[in-house]
């Protein structure tokens, strides 16, 4: 299995909703990542985990929480977002972290708040 | 903060011919590496190159890398328009994640 599953591929929520984004791998990666991509945008680093231990938080916002349950599992639970946290949520995993190897990229969650 | 600085922004040729993109950074890089965008999807990694290399070739891709000026580029030869879509190049430091560039916007006209 050489992909990264993310679910749900779209998402609708209110601003006083809570949903989660959901993120699945089974190539042994041992480092996991979130990232966040506007329209006409590179990606911008969220969060990273490393051996299931979060080791970066790029001073995103507390409405985002991320989780890693397992080696092989990424969630990112949302609460209270604002419209302007509307966009691309990436998920990816290497080998290992700090960028010395390839990322798998998810096919992403298409996230919309109203 | 991005590092690597695409160029062009956007690239529009015609299929069967050939596209060039450029990479620009700025701090000393264990490797360097591009991946493909489509509309909406997930990035794909293309290639990686390391910093002790100059040239790299998958298919019909040719990456090179010139650590003293700091840049890279990307030839991707023969078009076809289903190479229609976002580049980016990343650096890697080798104690940091990866770090994209602004990307390139290539379309390729059937």
């Known amino acids: 299995d050489t992909e990264v599953t993310q679910t749900p591929k779209h998402l609708v929520m209110g601003m006083t909703n809570k949903k989660s984004l959901k993120c699945e791998q089974h190539?042994?990666?041992?480092?996991m990542y979130w990232y966040k991509q506007k329209a006409k945008k590179p990606p911008e680093l969220m969060f990273v985990?490393?051996?299931?231990?979060?080791?970066i938080n790029e001073s995103v916002p507390s409405r985002f929480s991320p989780e890693c349950p397992n080696s092989s599992l990424l969630n990112l639970h949302l609460h209270a977002l604002q419209p302007e946290d509307s966009a691309l949520y990436l998920c990816?995993?290497?080998?290992?972290?700090?960028?010395?190897?390839?990322?798998?990229f998810g096919s992403g969650t298409r996230l919309t708040v109203v | 903060s991005q590092q690597g600085e695409e160029d062009p922004q956007a690239l529009s040729i015609q299929e069967g011919e050939n596209a060039t993109m450029n990479c620009s950074y700025k701090?000393?890089?264990?490797?360097l590496q591009w991946y493909r965008q489509n509309s909406g999807r997930g990035l794909v990694h293309l290639i990686l190159?390391?910093?002790?290399?100059r040239e790299k070739h998958s298919g019909r891709l040719r990456v090179t890398l010139d650590t003293s000026k700091k840049s890279s580029s990307l030839l991707i030869t023969a078009s076809r328009a289903a190479d229609t879509a976002s580049y980016f190049c990343?650096?890697?430091?080798?104690?940091?994640?990866?770090?994209f560039g602004k990307g390139t916007r290539l379309s390729v006209i059937a």
């Open positions: 990816a995993s290497s080998h290992q972290g700090q960028g010395n190897y390839g990322y798998t």
């Open positions: 190539m042994g990666h041992r480092a």
């Open positions: 985990y490393s051996y299931e231990k979060l080791s």
């Open positions: 701090t000393s890089i264990n490797n």
């Open positions: 190159i390391r910093s002790n290399e």
């Open positions: 990343a650096t890697g430091t080798g104690n940091t994640p990866l770090v």
